[in-house]
């Protein structure tokens, strides 16, 4: 059983930055989710094992990265020019397959999530 366990998130003003943290041991293609009050999760990012591939979806396109250190079984994502719509509960995301998937089916681990706030 993989475990994931996020960190970083908290309470920023609109144009600000975050740096979000996933622990995660194995080999696995990993991404991240958010949700927002009242709305259905939806895919932010996603990362190869090996290799540096990424996705990400438009809307954070530019603004988000999405990287990893493997020695320190840690994926991060950090999160530029914030804005009020960013505010969600992200997850971490861990998935057995190589494709960058963006699709909440595809992934088979989740962490708990933490929560950002974006104030206006």
């Known amino acids: 059983q993989v475990q994931l366990v996020e960190s970083g998130g908290g309470l920023v003003q609109a144009g600000g930055s975050l740096r979000l943290s996933c622990a995660a041991s194995?080999?696995?293609?990993m991404g991240w989710f958010r949700q927002a009050p009242g709305k259905e999760r939806e895919f932010v990012a996603a990362i190869s094992w090996i290799g540096g591939a990424t996705r990400y979806a438009d809307s954070v396109k530019g603004r988000f990265t999405i990287s990893r250190d493997n020695a320190k079984n840690t994926v991060y994502l950090q999160m530029n020019s914030l804005k009020p719509e960013d505010t969600a509960v992200y997850y971490c995301?861990?998935?057995?397959?190589?494709?960058?998937?963006?699709?909440?089916?595809?992934?088979?681990?989740w962490g708990q999530g933490t929560q950002v706030t974006v104030s206006s």
């Open positions: 194995g080999r696995y293609t």
């Open positions: 995301a861990a998935r057995r397959g190589l494709q960058l998937g963006n699709a909440i089916l595809e992934y088979d681990y």
